[in-house]
C-alpha cells in the first residue's frame, strides 16, 4: 500500500520564504551589530595601541615606522617623562584633589539625596530635587566665567577652590543617582531603626549608608575618572603651578617637547595607567549600582 504524499502549495512556498528572509534579516542585523562593536573597539583600542608602542620606543624607530613595534622595550622615555613633567607633585595634587573631592561627594550627596527621597511628598523637596536635575542639564562652559570671577573674589584660586568646584558640579549627578536607588531600600527597615532607639543620624549611617555601597562605588569610580583627567577646571581655576595637575602638567610638557613624542606618549600612559588599573578592578560595580538604581 503506497503512502500519500503531501502535496507542495503555495502557502509552503510563502512560509518557507518568510522564514528565509527572517534568517537572512537575523544574520545582517547579527553582522551589522559585530560590525559596530569591532568599529568601537578598534576605535578605543588603536589610539592606545599607539601610546603604548610609541611611548616604549626611540625617537629613531618612530621616525621609521609610527605603528610598528619597538625592537626593544625603552624606559628611558619614562625616566625623562618623570624628570620633565615633576610627575611626583603631579601625582600627589591629582590625588589629594580627587581623594577629598569623592570623600565630601559621597558624604554630601548620600545625605542629602537621603533627606530628598524620603520626603518627596513636600513641596520643598521636590524643588529641590528638580534644582539638583536641572544641574545636569547646564556645562560648566556656561558658568565658567562667573564662577572664576567669584573664586577669585574670595582668593580660592587654588585645589582648595578646584576641590569646592568639583564637589558643587557632582552633586547634580550624585543625589540624582542616589535618590533613584533609595526607592531600592524598604522604608520598614528606618522604621525599624528607630523602634529599636537608633537616632535619624545614627540609622542613616549605620542601616542605611551601608546599603548603598553599589551606588556609592558607581558614583565614587564615575567621578574618580572624571577629576582624574579633567584638564579644563584646573586649566582655569589653578594660578599656582605648585598646585598643577598630572593632565595640566601634560598640557605644559606638550607645548614644551612637541617634537618629541615618545617622550610625550610615555607622559600620557603614566598620567592613564592609574585611572585604568582603578576602573579594571572596579568597573563591574558601575555596572551593577547603575542597572539596580535605573530598574528598582
Known amino acids: 500500500m503506497s503512502t500519500p504524499q503531501r502535496t507542495i502549495t503555495n ?9 528565509q528572509r527572517k534568517r537572512v534579516g537575523n544574520i545582517l542585523k ?11 573597539g578598534l576605535a578605543i583600542l588603536f589610539p592606545l ?23 626593544k622595550l625603552n624606559f628611558t622615555n619614562f625616566i625623562e617623562a618623570i624628570k620633565m613633567t615633576n610627575y611626583g607633585q603631579g601625582f600627589m595634587n591629582s590625588f589629594t584633589i580627587t581623594a577629598i573631592s569623592i570623600v565630601f561627594i559621597i558624604l554630601l550627596g548620600s545625605s542629602v539625596s537621603y533627606s530628598i527621597a524620603r520626603n518627596q511628598n513636600k513641596l520643598f523637596y521636590r524643588i529641590m530635587y528638580y534644582f539638583f536635575v536641572s544641574g545636569l542639564f547646564v556645562p560648566f ?8 570671577q567669584q573664586l577669585s573674589t574670595i582668593g580660592m584660586l587654588n585645589k582648595w577652590g578646584l ?14 543617582l542616589y535618590v533613584a536607588y533609595f526607592k531600592s531600600i524598604p522604608k ?29 562605588v558607581t558614583i565614587a569610580i564615575l567621578n574618580i575618572i572624571w577629576i582624574w ?15 598643577w595637575t598630572l593632565p595640566l602638567m601634560q598640557y605644559v610638557f606638550e607645548s ?5 613624542y615618545n617622550l610625550a606618549f610615555a607622559s600620557y600612559l603614566m598620567v592613564l595607567l592609574p585611572v585604568i588599573i582603578v576602573y579594571l578592578f572596579l568597573q563591574r560595580h558601575i555596572i551593577g549600582g547603575v542597572s539596580e538604581g535605573a530598574v528598582k
Open 49 to 71: 595601541y599607539l601610546t603604548v608602542v610609541t611611548a616604549f620606543k626611540t625617537p629613531e624607530e618612530t621616525r621609521i615606522s609610527f605603528l610598528a613595534l619597538p625592537e
Open 163 to 176: 576641590i569646592l568646584l568639583y564637589i558643587t558640579y557632582s552633586l547634580f549627578q550624585s543625589v540624582f
Open 11 to 19: 502557502d509552503d512556498n510563502v512560509k518557507a520564504q518568510s522564514s
Open 256 to 260: 614644551q617637547y612637541s617634537a618629541n
Open 30 to 40: 547579527r553582522s551589522g551589530l559585530y560590525g559596530f562593536i569591532i568599529a568601537g
Open 229 to 243: 583627567n579633567d584638564f579644563l577646571m584646573p586649566l582655569v581655576v589653578l594660578n599656582d603651578s605648585s598646585d
Open 141 to 148: 562652559q556656561v558658568l565658567m566665567l562667573p564662577l572664576i
Open 188 to 216: 520598614e527597615l528606618e522604621d525599624a531603626g528607630l523602634i529599636d532607639g537608633c537616632g535619624v543620624f545614627r540609622m542613616f549611617w549605620h542601616i542605611i549608608f551601608p546599603m548603598l555601597k553599589p551606588m556609592t
